[in-house]
C-alpha cells in the first residue's frame, strides 16, 4: 500500500488516474487535492478487495486489470454481476447511502493494480466538487442499469445471443476474460461456451 507520491511509477499512475471515467473530470488543482487520500497497491489474481456484508467500503480507480462483482448466497453459490477493467471504478457507495452492508464481494480476476481510499474520506471529497459528484453518481446509476439489464437478459436471450450481446457491450474484455468465469457470467457451462465457439456461433 503506497500513496502515489512515493510510487516509484508515479507519474504513469496519474495519468491512468486523470483516464478514469470519473476522475476525468477533475481539474488538475482538484486531482492534486484528492491524491494524498489514495494508495496504490498491486494484487494477485484471486485478492479479495471488499467482502460481502461489511459496512468498513472503499472506493476503488482501476489502473490495471480486470476485477470482478459478485453475491453468494447461503449455500456458497456464487454470481457474477459484472466484470470491471482500466479506467473503470468499483464502489458500494449505494449501500453507503442506505447505512446498509456490502451486498456483494469484489475480487480481482486477475493481476491488478487498484488506487483506493475510504469511502467515508471519498464522499466528503465529493461534497465540496459537484462535478465529479455529477460523473460519479451518473456513472453508480449506469452501473446499476449495466447489472439489471444483465439479469433481465440471462432470462430473455438463448445462449448465443447472451454471448453476443456481451462481444457487443464489451469487445475488450471478451478475449482477456478466463472462459470460466465468461461462462459463469453468462449462465452458461464452459463446455456450452467451447461449443458454440467451435461451431461458429459466436
Excluded at 99 to 123: D, E, F, G, H, N
Excluded at 152 to 162: E, F, K, S, V
Aim: aromatic residues 6%; charged residues 25%; contains cysteine.
Amino acid at each position: 500500500m503506497t500513496l502515489i507520491a512515493n510510487h516509484p511509477e508515479r507519474n504513469i499512475i496519474r495519468v491512468q488516474l486523470k483516464q478514469n471515467i470519473v476522475l476525468k473530470a477533475l481539474r488538475d488543482s482538484e486531482m492534486a487535492a484528492l491524491e494524498p487520500y489514495l494508495t496504490v497497491v498491486n494484487h494477485q489474481k484471486g485478492d479479495l478487495l471488499m467482502n460481502q456484508g461489511v459496512y468498513e467500503m472503499e472506493q476503488y480507480f482501476i489502473l490495471d486489470g480486470i476485477l470482478k462483482r459478485q453475491v453468494t448466497n447461503h449455500e456458497a453459490r456464487e454470481m457474477i454481476l459484472r466484470f470491471s477493467a482500466e479506467r473503470d471504478i468499483e464502489t458500494s457507495y449505494a449501500a453507503w447511502c442506505l447505512k446498509k452492508p456490502t451486498p456483494y464481494s469484489i475480487v480481482c480476476m486477475t493481476k491488478a493494480r487498484v488506487a483506493s481510499m475510504p469511502l467515508t474520506q471519498w464522499v466528503d471529497f465529493l461534497q465540496s466538487h459537484s462535478t465529479v459528484k455529477q460523473a460519479f453518481e451518473h456513472e453508480v446509476m449506469n452501473l446499476m442499469s449495466g447489472i439489471m439489464a444483465h439479469t433481465i437478459t440471462l432470462h430473455l436471450l438463448d445462449a448465443p445471443g447472451r454471448v453476443h450481446r456481451f462481444v457487443r457491450k464489451h469487445p475488450e474484455l471478451f478475449e482477456r476474460l478466463p472462459k470460466k468465469e465468461l461462462a459463469s457470467y453468462l449462465n452458461l457451462s464452459p463446455e456450452t461456451l467451447s461449443r458454440l465457439k467451435h461451431q461458429g456461433k459466436i
